[in-house]
């Protein structure tokens, strides 16, 4: 497993992660690109054998007390690996190093393995935003975890 930060370069691997992972909601090409290109963001890709199977995306400014996990998807085959996991832990350790200490993030409610990801890592449902993701109209789990 190598996961590295994501460059501008992994922009067409990680759309074609995103538009397989979320086929009804997908960022724009532009709005990912644009989340790749700020300073307080955090992508980092998963590559196996040379080939990008996985992104996660930290919304984190430096000296914050919160930040926000955006995004984690990996290729269908390789789901399920802890590959998600591994991703998620580098995203809350680097919202650490920015000195943040609570973490935040919306999981679709029909979405159980990721809930079961998240709550197995801390993280606490503290809300939900009903019909949040369109134009599905499911729900949106609001969770938490506060950082040691």
């Given amino acids: 497993m190598t ?21 009804s909601d997908a960022w724009s090409d ?12 955090h992508y980092l890709v998963d590559e196996d054998d040379g080939r990008i199977i996985g992104y996660a995306g930290l919304r984190s400014i430096r000296g ?21 996991r591994a991703m998620l832990r580098s ?4 919202a650490s190093a920015r000195g943040a200490r609570e973490v935040f993030l919306e999981v679709r409610a029909d979405n159980p393995a990721a809930e079961a990801l998240y709550l197995s890592e801390g993280f606490e449902e503290i ?3 009903p019909r949040y993701y369109q134009p599905d109209d499911v729900d949106a789990i609001v969770m938490k975890v506060e950082l040691r």
């Fill in 91 to 94: 995203l809350l350790a680097e």
């Fill in 3 to 23: 996961i590295r930060t994501a460059t501008a370069a992994d922009l067409d691997a990680i759309m074609a992660i995103e538009n397989a992972s979320f086929p």
């Fill in 127 to 129: 809300g939900r935003r």
């Fill in 30 to 41: 532009e709005a990912m690109a644009a989340e790749l290109a700020t300073d307080y963001s």
């Fill in 64 to 84: 914050n007390p919160d930040a926000d996990i955006q995004t984690i998807a990996l290729v269908e085959a390789r789901r399920g690996e802890g590959r998600g």
